[in-house]
Every structure is written in structure tokens, then in C-alpha cells.
């Protein structure tokens, strides 16, 4: 699976818009992009995947670039409790069998 | 109800013990997982069965047994505890043995050896 490049950590104002960032340069074609979010001492909570087209759901949007080398999640109104890290991972399925690889992630920190 | 359980959340035991996690899933999903997060936050799998058959056994020393008596179940059985083995342990779900759509994790068991 490719790998994916994160930023460490971002701040977001409560009630803003956080936009998390992702680089995929290596991203093959049947890859999909997934993100997910662990709070703290919780177990990780799925968000939202894509594969080529933009994706929204009610938690988040996820905009993948024309070429999928990168992607950028999008919490429209973040609250405090969107605090957490965040994880995006490609992932293809197939014989992978759901081995998700998780990297470092982005600890988002919203604050009033 | 919690789709996936684990039990128990926190473990405390002695250096050489042996241990089990268990692990229910009410999801009715086909696959399971085991995960573990170390001291530095790194989330590796360990474990995956898929309607009970073992698909997934990374570099998870042998004192560590997963068993699968039933889709809904995995449990964790660990032999011979070393401080090593120290971390939170978290149990997920996946509705196809793909592994495509969103994993369901539990909420974690932090097991710690003494």
C-alpha cells in the first residue's frame, strides 16, 4: 500500500472549517483514499474514503486532487470535540485482506 | 449497543502470566482484527480472521494465540506476559474479508505487565 505524508499537527478555531491535508504521490489506481480519527484513549473511528470523486458524508468532506496525489478532509464547523488524531490511509483491498497501515497521523487540536 | 466489545478495558498482571482479551462483534461482519498501539501511539495489525480462518498473521510472537470459535468473536490469549508486551490492544471489524468500507473498533484494552 502507498505510503501517505501528513502534516504533524494543526489548530483549528472552533467553528471554522479544518482542512486536514494528505500526500499520496505513489497512490496506485484501484487505491483508495480512507481517513480516520482516534480521540484520545478511544479506538480509531472511521470518517469517510474516496477513490476519485469528492465525498461528503455528515461528518466530513473529502476532496480527492484530478491526479490523487493528494487529498484534503474538510471538518466544516470543527467543535471541541473533533480534538484527535487524524489518519489517512490508502488502501486497495484485494489480498490485502484490510491490513490498514497507519502512519503518524495529524493531531488536530480545536480550541474556543 | 456497542457494535464491537471488548473486555476486559484494562488488565494490570505480572511479568509471566498468561492472559486473554476477548473480543464481540454484533455488526454481523465476516472479519475481525486485532490491533495493537504501543507506547508511542503506532497502530499495528497483528491478527485477521475471516469466518473463523486465520487471514492475516504478522511478525506476532507465538506467545500470542488469537482463537475464532465464531464470526462474531476473536479473542486475544497471551502466554508468558513480558514488559514488552505493554500497550492498548484494540479488536475492529470489517464487513467483508476485502477489507473495503470502514473498519468498527472497539475501545481498546490497555493491558500493562509489571
Known amino acids: 500500500d502507498a505510503k501517505t505524508t501528513q502534516p504533524p499537527s494543526m489548530d483549528c478555531a472552533e467553528g471554522r472549517a479544518a482542512n486536514l491535508p494528505c500526500n499520496h504521490s505513489?497512490?496506485?489506481?484501484?487505491?483508495?483514499v480512507y481517513w480516520y480519527r482516534q480521540i484520545h484513549s478511544q479506538g480509531p473511528q472511521y470518517i469517510i474514503h474516496g477513490l476519485k470523486n469528492n465525498e461528503t458524508n455528515e461528518m466530513a468532506s473529502l476532496i480527492i486532487t484530478e491526479d490523487r496525489k493528494s487529498s484534503t478532509l474538510i471538518l466544516p464547523h470543527a467543535t471541541l470535540r473533533d480534538t484527535a488524531v487524524y489518519y489517512c490511509?490508502?488502501?486497495?483491498?484485494?489480498?490485502?485482506?484490510?491490513?490498514?497501515?497507519f502512519g503518524q497521523g495529524t493531531i488536530l487540536t480545536v480550541h474556543p | 449497543d456497542t457494535a464491537v466489545s471488548q473486555t476486559p478495558k484494562y488488565l494490570v498482571t505480572q511479568m509471566g502470566n498468561d492472559k486473554s482479551i476477548k473480543c464481540e462483534q454484533n455488526l454481523g461482519h465476516d472479519t475481525m482484527y486485532w490491533y495493537k498501539q504501543d507506547s508511542k501511539k503506532f497502530l499495528k495489525i497483528m491478527f485477521s480472521?475471516?469466518?473463523?480462518?486465520?487471514?492475516i498473521n504478522e511478525t506476532v510472537p507465538n506467545r500470542f494465540s488469537p482463537k475464532s470459535p465464531d464470526k462474531a468473536h476473536l479473542n486475544l490469549h497471551i502466554n508468558s506476559l513480558e514488559l514488552g508486551d505493554s500497550a492498548v490492544y484494540f479488536c475492529a471489524s470489517n464487513q467483508n474479508g476485502q477489507g473495503m468500507g470502514g473498519y468498527t473498533f472497539g475501545s481498546g484494552t490497555r493491558l500493562t505487565v509489571v
Open positions: 505513489t497512490i496506485s489506481g484501484n487505491e483508495y
Open positions: 480472521y475471516n469466518n473463523k480462518e486465520l487471514i
Open positions: 490511509i490508502v488502501y486497495a483491498g484485494g489480498t490485502s485482506y484490510g491490513k490498514l497501515t
